[in-house]
């Protein structure tokens, strides 16, 4: 569970850094927040007893790590 809580923050800080170094383009906040949002919701999920046991699955832990990869690499080319 502590490895997702990290990847919950990692995504959160990105998103953050990501806005503040961006300031003055176009869309900004919907950049950011597209990996803001999912990052604040797996935080939480790591936090809820009943989303603690859907995050255990191998299957998820996957299928998040690939979504905070892609969500890594759409922080450093979205302009």
């Known amino acids: 569970m502590t490895n997702l809580r990290y990847t919950g923050y990692l995504l959160v800080a990105l998103g953050l850094i990501n806005m503040r170094y961006q300031t003055g383009h176009s869309n900004v906040i919907t950049h950011s927040l597209v990996i803001v949002i999912p990052g604040l919701l797996l935080l939480a999920a790591t936090f809820i007893k009943g989303t603690q046991k859907i995050l255990e699955s191998k299957n998820v832990k996957i299928s ?13 080319i979205n302009n």
């Open 64 to 76: 998040v790590g690939i979504i905070a990869a892609a969500l890594v690499v759409y922080s450093f």
